[in-house]
């Protein structure tokens, strides 16, 4: 007899986005909106034109306190996690001791002994253990399923937010605080970072689950704000040029194979201040160092020149038909409006305008490797 699955989880907006017409779908163990009755094509050009609300709440927050923290993070990844100076926000890699990524993050620092962190939800149960088991030991490690997550993404998001949280426009990419917005009948406590996974500008928020529904309601009841589901999420950070955990990265592929080089600062990296001293370093700096012999593939993007849409795990050739990769994110962009893809391919057919053959049912569909981002990002740094 084969195990029944574990029910779904609920996001604390679950009855909210039932009530918006949200079709429902299985996501990282919760019950999760794909997309609204405007449907996926709209719900993204919205955000790219406008400001989009998305429930992340499926995502894990935890906080790392103590004076030791910082320094005990940054034995986890190959990043620079000391000098980050309180009130800003870095992206991170977890990694295994083969080099290979457990998950992507993004860290905070909100005091001195104090770091805010948000993981993926299907990563989630297994990165607080990670975290609580190496370094349980140096710092505080606490989970905080009692908050829920909102991205107000897009380029009216900062329109949007400030009438209700003045002062949230003076803050700058990848910078954040704590806020009160006021709903009119009540102040809602929030921390919130200007950042998102939309390529757009716009704000990551995290509230408290009981103030969740009265912060959602009021900011889609301004008018540059629609409901966005899960559907448009993906098709604006694919567009973005940035990966998805479990589909473009993985326990498999290294920081370097996966083209997030410039996620490594230089103080990690041989000759640096603090170069190594983070799992899977000889070989991570070994790829840094010559990565056309250390690697046998790099995340690349891809378009077709055709107007087929080339979806996940199609099979990718070379001019002589040899196999060599296979597409790990697909679809046609909404904003570009043609057939874009993620990818691994040998070094050798990495170098942008390099063309390959994607094997849709059977047939070749001509693919050239392109520089990412697919559509220019939108952050807003002052």
Avoid at 99 to 104: H, K, P, Q, S, V
């Amino acid at each position: 007899m084969s195990a029944s699955p574990d029910p779904l989880l609920n996001v604390p907006l679950n009855d909210l986005h039932i009530a918006l017409g949200a079709r429902m779908v299985p996501f990282a163990g919760y019950s999760m909106p794909v997309q609204y009755p405007a449907g996926l094509i709209a719900e993204h050009k919205h955000t790219r034109s406008a400001a989009g609300l998305f429930d992340v709440s499926h995502m894990g927050q935890l906080r790392l306190v103590g004076p030791d923290a910082a320094a005990a993070l940054e034995t986890l990844l190959p990043v620079d996690v000391i000098d980050l100076p309180v009130g800003k926000q870095r992206y991170g890699l977890l990694l295994n001791d083969e080099g290979g990524i457990i998950d992507d993050l993004m860290f905070f620092r909100k005091a001195a002994d104090e770091i805010f962190v948000i993981v993926n939800g299907a990563c989630k149960v297994g990165d607080i253990a990670h975290i609580q088991a190496k370094i349980g030991n140096r710092c505080q490690v606490i989970p905080m399923p009692e908050f829920a997550l909102l991205a107000l993404q897009g380029p009216q998001a900062v329109t949007a937010l400030s009438r209700l949280a003045p002062g949230v426009e003076k803050l700058v990419f990848m910078t954040g605080g704590h806020f009160t917005v006021s709903t009119g009948s009540l102040d809602i406590d929030v921390f919130l970072t200007r950042s998102g996974y939309t390529g757009e500008d716009g704000f990551e928020i995290s509230v408290d689950a009981s103030d969740a529904l009265a912060l959602a309601k009021t900011l889609l009841a301004q008018p540059e704000v629609k409901p966005i589901g899960l559907g448009a999420r993906n098709s604006l950070r694919l567009e973005a040029g940035l990966p998805l955990y479990g589909n473009d990265i993985d326990a498999t592929t290294t920081p370097v194979e996966a083209s997030l080089n410039w996620a490594m600062q230089k103080v990690r990296r041989s000759g640096g201040a603090r170069a190594g001293g983070f799992p899977g370093a000889t070989k991570i700096l070994a790829q840094l160092a010559d990565p056309t012999r250390a690697t046998s593939r790099k995340r690349v993007g891809l378009v077709a020149l055709e107007r087929i849409p080339v979806r996940e795990h199609t099979e990718l050739q070379d001019q002589t038909g040899t196999r060599v990769g296979e597409v790990t994110s697909g679809l046609l962009g909404p904003t570009i409006d043609k057939p874009i893809a993620m990818a691994y391919l040998p070094p050798a057919l990495a170098s942008v305008g390099t063309q390959v053959n994607a094997i849709v049912r059977g047939k070749p569909v001509k693919m050239e490797v392109v520089a990412m981002p697919f559509v220019p990002t939108n952050y807003f740094r002052g």
